[in-house]
T-cell receptor, first 110, second 115 residues
Framework: GDSVTQMEGPVTLSEEAFLTINCTYT??????LFWYVQYPGEGLQLLLK?????DKGSNKGFEATYRKETTSFHLEKGSVQVSDSAVYFC?????????FGPGTRLSVLP | DTAVSQTPKYLVTQMGNDKSIKCEQN?????MYWYKQDSKKFLKIMFS???????INETVPNRFSPKSPDKAHLNLHINSLELGDSAVYFC??????????????FGPGTRLTVL
């Protein structure tokens, strides 16, 4: 079945450091790809998405590019802030199925 | 103006009890979902309804029964609660199920603790 793999956390960075969170997926077709963010005590919020190969999703300084050849959708940000501390989920959607990765906890220290 | 709301936010109960969690969305969406998030933050879909009809029913115990009285509401009833049911349960909705309509909006979650 479809699955999503993310790098294990927790990831701890200093403020203004560069962030990469890796995400790879397996899917039977060509899914839409998403990154969701969960701040402490809250539900998930959509961060960005891409619906076809080579699309780049971006929001709040975060970016991810849909790489069909490597089945990846890595999340990047050039300079993280303390307020970016959260759990990040990579997800795929194909047909009627959403599949979420296990989440990666990011802690940004001042 | 909460888009997806859940009640209660916290639920503490004894093993063997029956409890319900309610979910409402005011976004006019056709599709609603229930997810379970365990203590390691792993998120797993349980059910999905589209226009009050069940479209996804993952392998969950039949002690869990979703009910959709209308397309703005999807409630989750749990019978004979067990310790392993302790988790955070999230409701979500999306405009539809097609690839153009699948952005999900999540509720704030209900933390269920079974003692």
């Amino acid at each position: 079945g479809d699955s999503v793999t993310q790098m294990e956390g927790p990831v701890t960075l200093s403020e203004e450091a560069f962030l990469t969170i890796n995400c790879t997926y397996t899917a039977t077709g060509y899914p839409s790809l998403f990154w969701y963010v969960q701040y402490p005590g809250e539900g998930l919020q959509l961060l960005l998405k891409a619906t076809k190969a080579d699309d780049k999703g971006s929001n709040k300084g975060f970016e991810a590019t849909y790489r069909k050849e490597t089945t990846s959708f890595h999340l990047e940000k050039g300079s993280v802030q303390v307020s970016d501390s959260a759990v990040y989920f990579c997800a795929t959607f194909y047909g009627q199925n959403f599949v979420f990765g296990p989440g990666t906890r990011l802690s940004v220290l001042p | 103006d909460t888009a997806v709301s859940q009640t209660p936010k916290y639920l503490v109960t004894q093993m063997g009890n029956d409890k319900s969690i309610k979910c409402e969305q005011n976004l006019g969406h056709d599709t609603m979902y229930w997810y379970k998030q365990d203590s390691k933050k792993f998120l797993k879909i349980m059910f999905s309804y589209n226009n009050k009809e069940l479209i996804i029913n993952e392998t969950v115990p039949n002690r869990f029964s979703p009910k959709s009285p209308d397309k703005a509401h999807l409630n989750l009833h749990i019978n004979s609660l067990e310790l392993g049911d302790s988790a955070v349960y999230f409701c979500a909705s999306s405009l539809g199920t097609g690839s153009s309509y699948n952005e999900q909006f999540f509720g704030p979650g209900t933390r269920l603790t079974v003692l």
